[in-house]
């Protein structure tokens, strides 16, 4: 049985994989009434990265853990891709999508954990 922390790690590698940046990991756990434990949110700086970005964490996410979303919304227009994992929401938006709604401070309350880029 996997870990939801070894499924948000899990992400994050394929996140990086595809250089994914500005990666926070939003801890959820203490919060009641939340639809997931932890948010991953990141962005890619075109359409075709984000889509690239989704590919890699269903990728890696699949042949590590053997998990598979259970749903997958915003691929086509490749602005903001939402993967679910039940207990993992990620989130892959291009920037001025992501600075629009915010999600980092949606969550007041949430642990935010942010990832320094990899070069």
Known sequence: MN??????ETIKEGIQEKKG????????????GTIAKYFVICQ?????????IAESVGDFCRKNLGEKPANVAGLGNDQWVAIDFVDVLVHIFQPEVRQFYDLEHLWEDANLTEIP???
């Open 44 to 52: 890619g700086n075109s359409p075709s990265q984000v889509e690239a």
């Open 21 to 32: 940046s500005k990666i926070v990991i939003a801890d959820l756990t203490h919060i009641d």
């Open 3 to 8: 870990t939801t922390k070894q499924l948000v």
């Open 117 to 119: 880029d990899l070069d």
